[in-house]
């Protein structure tokens, strides 16, 4: 049973920096398309961005490039997301996903920002930016 539990959610200022991290719990030793979504209050799910663990390019949503960095962290079923430059915009809940992938190319066929494929979520950790 794959278990994941966000942290390090918060309040900002603009311009200020969190980090996001997603401790996985139950993943085999197979490979995961993993990845971070947003959701603004009575809206969808929003995509940020995503890898796979297996490597390679990471995907990152217009909104995210250049200012948001997502990686896997220590230990190796951690992944994080650095968030730097912060606006108020990004106030959101922020969650984390993931779902088996066997190879790049099941990752290259996800619909980039869907949450519809992702199978395991975390519960959601609030990002408040303050002006």
């Known amino acids: 049973q794959v278990q994941l539990a966000e942290s390090g959610g918060g309040r900002v200022e603009v311009g200020g920096s969190l980090r996001l991290s997603c401790a996985a719990k139950g993943f085999t030793d197979r490979t995961y398309c993993m990845a971070w979504f947003r959701q603004f209050a009575g809206q969808e799910r929003e995509g940020v961005a995503s890898?796979?663990?297996?490597?390679?390019?990471?995907y990152y949503a217009d909104f995210a490039k250049g200012r948001f960095t997502i990686a896997r962290g220590n230990p190796e079923n951690t992944l994080t997301l650095q968030m730097d430059n912060l606006k108020p915009e990004d106030t959101a809940i922020y969650s984390c996903?993931?779902?088996?992938?066997?190879?790049?190319?099941?990752?290259?066929?996800?619909?980039?920002?869907?949450?519809?494929?992702?199978?395991?979520w975390g519960q959601g950790t609030q990002v408040t930016v303050s002006s």
């Open positions: 890898l796979y663990t297996g490597g390679g390019p990471r």
């Open positions: 996903a993931a779902v088996q992938c066997a190879s790049w190319q099941d990752f290259t066929a996800i619909p980039k920002g869907s949450p519809d494929v992702y199978t395991y």
